[in-house]
């Protein structure tokens, strides 16, 4: 289950770098309603708790898959947060262009975001802290 939870926690990470990448280059900052705090603190601490995971998967320390635990869970409240203020950016791209998909150059980066890129990395994020989660209580109860 340790390898399901890295596998997960890296195709999460495949989807998170796609929006980061858009979201710098249509102007990050300047226009988001995404903070570089925001961005950057929920990609800072899920690079932490991955390489802590890493590090719990070669040395078995079950302390280890905990700390993981414990970082996944700002990394998801920052993850909520921006998925709440991409919503509206979301129903603004449908409302200038008149329908799903629309692609209008206005507005702030996020609204460029992929709605399956969005929703695969909230799957895929709920997936792995769920996998973390078994793993760690199944590491502690032996």
């Known amino acids: 289950m340790g390898i399901a939870a890295l596998v997960t926690w890296l195709l999460t990470a495949v989807g998170g770098f796609v929006m980061l990448g858009i979201w710098i280059a249509r102007g990050g900052r300047r226009t988001s309603r995404f903070s570089p705090g925001l961005i950057f603190g929920h990609f800072a601490l899920a690079a932490a708790g991955l390489v802590v995971w890493i590090v719990y998967l070669f040395a078995g320390i079950a302390t280890l898959a905990w700390v993981a635990l414990v970082l996944l869970v700002p990394v998801a409240l920052l993850g909520f947060t921006m998925f709440a203020r991409w919503i509206p950016a979301y129903r603004g791209r449908t409302a200038l ?46």
Not at 98 to 107: S, V
Not at 116 to 125: C, E, F
């Open 97 to 142: 262009a008149g329908g799903p998909g629309a692609t209008g150059t206005a507005g702030p980066p996020e609204r460029h975001f992929p709605v399956a890129v969005v929703a695969g990395h909230g799957l895929l994020a709920v997936a792995t802290v769920v996998l973390v989660l078994l793993t760690a209580l199944g590491m502690s109860g032996s």
